[in-house]
């Protein structure tokens, strides 16, 4: 365990756009737990209306909260842990990873192979996009829109080229556009954030449409692109209340309606893992969208630059 003059830190969101450092206690490993010894942790699009503040959101934060893509070296286990060593280097399923350790149970941590670790590597996210990947069913020969291009809407692009599919990405930004050609996308839309169909997809349907925004007008305008017994797959993180839906048009079209998240630790587990085996093959490559880097004392511009989407951000990452 780190001496107890070493100063170890944590973040603390105090109130909306507010952040402090705090110093923790050094943790200790209960009986199944792990300390990890976070190298960084990602910043979720869904970090933002916590960083910004809403009614049902009450502050100050846990410690390290909401820090969920977080990623280190194992730096002490508890004694009924056997599989896992200290130093080893894994990926963590954990809330509180905007800090420098963390106090998880050893069931949380996927261990990851010496051939990542020159590369960050958030896992959480990447298993977002090989489980949504997984529910949406994607095959060969199938036309696939994404609504939405940030960095799950990007690693669905990868994924579904992959597998053979036809891509359509759409999306308000010229620089994901430009992202989802190098990834594969067969033809890229310029899109408003409006319900309405873009000029060039307009009477145009097809076989599967992922909405990877979280918002009414994205929801709006992939319901509208699904064809008769097309498959509607809803990835974006809808958390700010309820949703209207066209029940006559998805009821005439018969379509298949998936909720692709995930809340089943086990099935977040086999993402992480699923996700290390795509990035070993080649199939899934994140580093390019992991366009910001900010130390864990400057948090505050890492929220910032997402909540603002400064300087074509698409994954910013807070390093301990």
């Known amino acids: 365990m780190p001496p107890a003059s070493c100063s170890l830190r944590t973040a603390i969101i105090s109130a909306p756009m507010q952040v402090r450092i705090d110093e923790m206690k050094a943790p200790s490993a209960g009986n199944d737990q ?49 599989e896992l060593s200290v130093g080893d280097r894994v990926a963590v399923l954990s809330t509180h990873a905007f800090a420098d350790y963390d106090v998880v149970s050893s069931n949380d941590v996927v261990a990851l192979p010496g051939e990542l670790d020159a590369v960050p590597f958030p896992a959480e996210p990447l298993a977002c996009a090989m489980n949504v990947f997984r529910r949406s069913d ?15 809407g990007a690693l669905l692009v990868q994924l579904a080229t992959n597998a053979g599919a036809s891509v359509t990405a759409i999306s308000r930004r010229d620089l994901a556009l430009d992202l989802a050609v190098g990834f594969g996308a067969s033809e890229v839309v310029q899109w408003d954030g409006s319900s309405e169909q873009p000029p060039s997809l307009r009477n145009r349907q097809f076989d599967c449409v992922i909405e990877v925004v979280g918002k009414q007008e994205a929801l709006d305008l992939a319901v509208q692109l699904t064809t008769v017994r097309g498959r509607l797959v809803i990835a974006g993180y809808h958390q700010d209340g309820k949703r209207q839906v066209d029940m006559q048009l998805w009821n005439w079209r018969g379509l298949d309606v998936i909720n692709a998240h995930e809340r089943d630790p086990r099935i977040y587990r086999q993402g992480m893992k699923d996700a290390i085996d795509a990035v070993l093959s080649g199939a899934l490559t994140p580093s390019p969208l992991y366009t910001h880097a900010y130390p864990l004392e400057d948090i505050g511009q890492a929220f910032e630059t997402v909540r603002e989407r400064r300087d074509g951000c698409m994954k910013t990452l807070v390093l301990a």
Do not use: D, K, M
Not at 138 to 152: E, H, K, P, T, Y
């Open 34 to 82: 792990v300390v990890v010894r976070l190298q960084g942790c990602g910043i979720c699009g869904s970090n933002v209306p916590v960083w910004e503040g809403r009614p049902w959101f009450q502050y100050p934060l846990e410690p390290g909260a909401p820090g969920h893509e977080g990623w280190g070296f194992i730096h002490q286990v508890g004694t009924n842990v056997r």
């Open 138 to 152: 994607i095959r060969a020969g199938q036309s696939i829109a994404i609504v939405g291009i940030g960095f799950l």
